[in-house]
Structure formats: C-alpha cells, structure tokens
Nanobody, 124 residues
Framework: QVQLVESGGGLVPAGGSLRLSCAAS????????VGWFRQAPGKEREFVAAISWSGGLTYYSDPVKGRFTISRDNPKNTVYLQMNSLKPEDTAVYYC?????????????????WGQGTQVTVSS
C-alpha cells in the first residue's frame, strides 16, 4: 500500500517556475514507477511525465518536453516535477500516481495509487 501527497502548486506568471513534490508513505516506494498527470477543467486527465523505480528512465509528453524535469529521491520517498517556462495552458490540477508495473505508461488506468492533486495556475 502506498499513499501519495502532492505539494508545491500555486499561482505563477507565465514564464515562471514551480517544483511539485510527491511524498509517499511506505517502505517499498523505491520499487514503484511514478507518473505525473494533469487535468484541466472540462478536459480528460493527461499524461505529463513518468520515472522508473530507479530513476534511470524518464518519459515526457510532447507539450512539456524540454520544460519539465521529473526526478526522484528514493531515500526521501519523494518524486519531483520541476516545471520551467510555464505557460497558461499548463494550468491544471497535477496528480502523481504510482504503480509497480506501469513503467512509462501514459494511461491513467495503469496506475494503482493516486494522490489528491495540487492546483497549478499560470497567469498570462
């Protein structure tokens, strides 16, 4: 069982940066692959980035590639999403998700555990 808590969201002007954190409970978190997703009002939840259990493999959606960086610190049971050059279209609730087998999966249904989400708002 893994419990996930996101933090770090907020209001930022276009071009600004934020770093989201996904803190996990459970001693086996280092065995889980983790993904970040986002959902804007009226839209489906979409894949943003993912990282393998070891941190050695990372995956990004095309809209965020080159601007966002996913990383993890397994001793701290935390995964990060560094977001730079933010755009108004990045505005959404951001969720982290974890699963032992969903390596790099872009499908929300592949992940067993989800956090409650953190709001990111980018003003123009």
């Amino acid at each position: 069982q893994v419990q996930l808590v996101e933090s770090g969201g907020g209001l930022v002007p276009a071009g600004g940066s934020l770093r989201l954190s996904c803190a996990a409970s459970g001693r086996t978190f280092s065995r889980y692959n983790v993904g970040w997703f986002r959902q804007a009002p009226g839209k489906e939840r979409e894949f943003v980035a993912a990282i393998s259990w070891s941190g050695g493999l990372t995956y990004y959606s095309d809209p965020v590639k080159g601007r966002f960086t996913i990383s993890r610190d397994n001793p701290k049971n935390t995964v990060y999403l560094q977001m730079n050059s933010l755009k108004p279209e990045d505005t959404a609730v951001y969720y982290c998700a974890a699963d032992m087998t969903a390596l790099g999966s872009r499908h929300p249904d592949s992940y067993d555990y989800w956090g409650q989400g953190t709001q990111v708002t980018v003003s123009s």
